[in-house]
């Protein structure tokens, strides 16, 4: 057992070093990525399979019990994160063979793709602070290099601002680690719920919560401390910002999840009512950001940090409904978001421009990329009945039951400035005629224009994820279920507990 | 020890927080170092500070006889400061590529990324009806 849960970052850091090895022979180099990404999809469904059927299961590594060792632990909101990094990991990989140019491919772009994945798998299934600092890490630095590789002027103004304030997170959430550690004795989440529950100290871990917040809000992108995404996201090729949207951000959540579910005790009212009015802030800014602007990237990068304000408002109404909204969310989003991003770039290549007012005749030149954008967008702005609309349903249902009028409320302005902003694209860049009186006019391409082997590497995998949301959305009732179960196990995570300390799962 | 110690860490922080508000890159950079050296500080003092042995077994013993130190927050500290050179290299090398394609290292002066809007493009334009 114990093997398994460490191939989800053993086997991409192992292809991922061939990669590097391989990075002046592309075509080996290519093969190997899809490889790899092919390799995580089947060891995440099979670990998805086992927390389906047993329900949190550990490994100890190297056979040092569990409060000492490294642990590994997988429950059911670990196992659906692992299977959607997969996911994603695989769709823009393929992706990236038509988006990423060959420079880029010498520079060890496909080495650097899996040393991400294995960044984002280590957090989901590390049982530990400090491990999950080290897996925060090696995400970040793959995201660094990954962000600038090609050094063009604008990748590098945008990459200092998101290496500077990523960076101010890391060290919030190292001295954060370091005081727990001061206060318990122990690193390991598990052992951390028993300890901080014992601790009567509401000073010291009033502190903790809010370094740990503002530490895990930057990497999430937060209310007040987002403002690196929308600074730099846009600047990298498409399939970076696509994996970027779908996966790091919501790193950032699954660590505010974990840290306020499992380890912090179940009574801890304090940084609820603080997440619950930064998720609310996030909401609203990151919707009107994106209503203001008219560039295609940074729509869907403040996009994002919309999006951000709904996983986590979940987490702050911490009721089971609540919760499982934000599963749900969270698997609706990865997905859409990453296609949104794709079908931007294919987009890009066809008009060629992200800005809005010099794009225009998409849909004549390719009515299936613009039906996929369809889907996708409006499943973002919650229309019934695509996936959007039963996660925010979800949310904006558990609100109500707390009698949190005002909450719902902003949910649904929020849901009608997404699909302002989402219609703003579709009519710009689908709809309207081609602005032909500027500078670089012409008819957009038509995507049979395109090589054959380049359409299918741009269209299938977005194809394949609109089709993810299409079922999501039309037969919601196995992923509700399954969100359902994920949130009762993190509201009363004593199941997890056990798995990790319990001599028997050693 | 650990009163000096904490009034240490904290002039570090404080002026670590102080210099990485700089829109100076540079004055960044050591702000980053004088904050993450803070950061393993800290986690230095929560293994709590005592004069004992290092945490060696005597030959023919089965554990260790006298009270030995605690080795956790060693080698935590050790890789938090190897990931720490690394990033911070990383980060150099970053500042330097910006001075050399950018001709600037601060911050204020790199609006490539989000240029600052003009009369004909950015939100002014929402309003262009059509």
Same mark, same amino acid.
């Given at each position: 057992m114990g093997w398994l849960l460490a191939l989800p970052f053993l086997w991409p850091i192992a292809i991922g070093l061939l990669a590097f090895v391989a990075r002046r022979q592309p075509q080996l180099s290519r093969r190997l990525?899809?490889? !790899?990404?092919?390799? +995580?999809?089947?060891?995440?469904?099979?670990?998805?399979?086992?927390?389906?059927?047993?329900?949190?299961?550990?490994?100890?590594?190297?056979?040092?019990p569990a409060p000492f060792g490294i642990t590994l632990v997988v429950d059911r909101l670990s196992a659906i994160m692992l299977?959607?990094?997969?996911?994603?990991?695989?769709?823009?990989?393929? /992706?990236?063979?038509?988006?990423?140019?060959?420079?880029?491919?010498?520079?060890?772009?496909?080495?650097?793709?899996?040393?991400l994945l294995a960044g984002v798998c280590g957090?989901?299934?590390?049982?530990?602070?400090?491990?999950?600092?080290?897996?925060?890490?090696?995400?970040?630095?793959?995201? /660094?290099?990954?962000?600038?590789?090609?050094?063009?002027?604008?990748?590098?103004?945008?990459?200092?601002?998101?290496?500077?304030?990523? +960076?101010?997170?890391?060290?919030?959430m190292l001295m954060a680690i370091g005081m727990i550690y001061?206060?318990?004795?122990?690193?390991?989440?598990?052992?951390?719920? +028993?300890?901080?529950?014992?601790?009567?100290?509401?000073?010291?871990?009033?502190?903790?919560?809010?370094?740990?917040?503002?530490?895990?809000?930057?990497?999430?992108?937060?209310?007040?401390?987002?403002?690196?995404?929308?600074?730099?996201?846009?600047?990298?090729?498409?399939?970076v910002t696509a994996v970027f949207a779908?996966?790091?951000?919501?790193? !950032?959540?699954?660590?505010?999840i974990r840290t306020f579910t499992v380890i912090f005790p179940a009574d801890f009212g304090f940084a609820r009512e603080l997440l619950l009015v930064a998720a609310l802030a996030t909401m609203l800014s990151g919707v009107l950001g994106a209503a203001a602007h008219y560039e295609f990237r940074r729509i869907l990068a403040f996009h994002i940090v919309s999006q951000i304000g709904f996983l986590v408002?979940?987490?702050?109404?911490?009721?089971?409904?609540?919760?499982?909204?934000?599963? /749900?969310?969270?698997?609706?989003?990865?997905?859409?978001?990453?296609?949104?991003?794709?079908?931007?770039?294919?987009a890009k290549r066809m008009a060629g421009s992200f800005e809005l007012l010099k794009i225009g005749g998409l849909y004549r030149a390719s009515p299936l990329l613009a039906t996929v954008f369809f889907i996708?967008?409006?499943?973002?702005?919650?229309?019934?009945?695509?996936?959007?609309?039963?996660?925010k349903l979800m949310l904006v249902n558990a609100s109500l039951h707390q009698a949190a009028y005002w909450v719902a409320a902003i949910a649904l302005v929020t849901g009608a400035l997404t699909l302002f902003s989402?219609?703003?694209?579709?009519?710009?860049?689908?709809?309207?005629?081609?602005?032909?009186?500027?500078?670089?006019?012409?008819?957009?391409?038509?995507?049979?224009?395109?090589?054959?082997?380049?359409?299918?590497?741009?269209?299938?995998?977005?194809?394949?994820?609109?089709?993810?949301t299409l079922a999501m959305g039309l037969f919601p009732q196995p992923l509700v279920e399954f969100s359902q179960a994920a949130a009762d196990e993190l509201l009363d995570p004593s199941g997890y507990i056990r798995a990790v300390l319990s001599p028997a799962a050693r | 020890m650990e009163s000096a110690l904490v009034i240490v860490i904290g002039v570090m922080t404080a002026t670590g927080v102080y210099l990485m508000l700089a829109s100076n890159l540079l004055c960044y950079l050591f702000g980053l170092i004088l904050l993450s050296n803070a950061a393993n500080l800290v986690i230095f003092v929560a293994g709590r500070l005592t004069r004992v042995v290092p945490p060696l077994i005597p030959k023919g013993a089965e554990a260790p006889v006298e009270p030995v130190a605690n080795a956790l927050p060693q080698a935590m500290i050790l890789t938090a400061i190897v990931i720490g050179f690394g990033l911070l290299a990383f980060t150099l090398a970053l500042v330097v590529g910006c001075y050399r394609e950018l001709g600037t290292i601060d911050a204020d002066n790199m609006r490539l990324a989000e240029p600052l809007p003009e009369p004909s493009t950015g939100s002014s334009t929402g309003h262009r009806g059509d």
């Open positions: 990525s899809m490889a !790899g990404c092919a390799g +995580l999809l089947l060891i995440a469904v099979s670990i998805f399979m086992q927390a389906l059927d047993q329900g949190p299961v550990a490994a100890q590594m190297g056979n040092w299977l959607l990094a997969a996911l994603v990991g695989l769709s823009v990989a393929v /992706f990236a063979l038509a988006d990423v140019d060959q420079h880029r491919e010498t520079l060890g772009f496909h080495g650097f793709y899996q040393l957090s989901f299934v590390t049982g530990d602070l400090f491990n999950l600092y080290v897996w925060f890490e090696v995400m970040l630095i793959a995201s /660094f290099a990954l962000l600038v590789l090609g050094g063009e002027r604008e990748q590098l103004d945008g990459g200092v601002k998101y290496v500077a304030l990523n +960076l101010v997170s890391t060290l919030f001061g206060l318990t004795g122990t690193l390991n989440m598990a052992a951390l719920h +028993l300890a901080l529950a014992e601790i009567d100290q509401p000073a010291a871990t009033h502190m903790l919560a809010v370094l740990l917040i503002v530490a895990f809000g930057i990497k999430a992108a937060l209310f007040p401390l987002y403002f690196w995404l929308p600074a730099s996201y846009h600047v990298p090729p498409v399939a779908g996966l790091l951000t919501k790193v !950032g959540v699954y660590a505010l408002l979940g987490l702050a109404l911490f009721s089971p409904l609540a919760l499982a909204g934000t599963v /749900f969310y969270m698997a609706h989003n990865i997905v859409a978001k990453t296609n949104l991003l794709l079908i931007s770039g294919t996708a967008a409006f499943s973002l702005a919650g229309f019934p009945p695509l996936s959007g609309f039963w996660a989402m219609s703003k694209i579709w009519s710009e860049a689908f709809w309207k005629p081609h602005p032909r009186s500027t500078e670089d006019a012409g008819t957009p391409l038509p995507i049979s224009a395109l090589p054959r082997a380049e359409r299918f590497q741009r269209m299938a995998p977005a194809i394949f994820l609109v089709a993810i | -």
